[in-house]
């Protein structure tokens, strides 16, 4: 059972465009979600993370936006460039429990 | 600060042998991961070790895979025997301690033939 799903499976965004990826979660005991950036041949590596006490959280060209009632949360990655052509997971935890991941998010940034 | 170490890289195997795969966590990182991410597909755990002590171990399919962690610092992750659909990556995490970031390996590409 998928405990996170993430859409769109994958995404075009022309250079300097907004990349928007979306999760949506089920359990109301996550509290904890961060967002994984993976490039081909590597482990996914932390790109930033947010706790449901706040609605928002950015750090340079990237935000989380977090929607506790509707149990949703996006990234937003503004000025997006081809170097930020990866897959990209959502994730959620509980206390310290191991990250439950979506699906991942192809993005390609073209040119 | 050296990270998530993990080996081999890749392997091939033949369904019904066995195969291994090593990590060696962040030096200090108490709390230990193993995960296997299926190709198009996001990681899933398999195992959580705090120390030597296994915290969740729900996911692990306990008739053929089997993990150890000695001494609280390296682990190792065994299928016997192999199937078809154990063709995947195994990544291999550590976190300070559980409610901290976790750091993944390169992970071992895992080919079943």
């Known amino acids: 059972q998928q405990q996170v799903k993430q859409s769109p499976q994958s995404l075009i965004v022309q250079k300097g465009g907004i990349s928007i990826i979306n999760c949506a979660y089920e359990n109301t005991a996550f509290d904890y979600f961060p967002w994984y950036q993976q490039f081909p041949g590597k482990g996914p590596a932390l790109l930033i993370a947010i706790r449901p006490d706040v609605s928002e959280k950015k750090e340079g060209r990237f935000t989380i936006s977090f929607n506790k009632s509707a149990k949703q949360f996006s990234l937003h990655i503004m000025d997006s460039q081809p170097g930020d052509s990866a897959t990209y997971f959502c994730?959620?935890?509980?206390?310290?429990?191991?990250?439950?991941f979506g699906k991942g998010t192809s993005l390609l940034v073209t040119p | 600060e050296a990270g998530v170490a993990q080996s081999p890289r890749y392997k091939i195997i033949e369904k019904r042998q066995s195969v291994a795969f090593w990590c060696n966590p962040i030096s200090g990182h108490a709390t230990l991961y193993w995960y296997q991410q299926i190709l198009g597909q996001g990681p899933k755990l398999l195992i959580q070790f705090q120390n030597n002590g296994v915290v969740d171990d729900s996911q692990l399919p306990k008739d053929r895979f089997s993990a150890e962690r000695l001494k609280g610092v390296d682990s190792t992750l065994k299928i016997q025997p192999a199937k078809l659909e154990d063709s995947a990556v195994y990544l291999c995490?550590?976190?300070?301690?559980?409610?901290?970031?976790?750091?993944f390996g390169a992970g071992t590409r895992l080919s079943v033939l």
């Open positions: 994730a959620a935890s509980n206390s310290g429990y191991a990250l439950n």
């Open positions: 995490a550590s976190s300070l301690t559980a409610r901290f970031i976790q750091y």
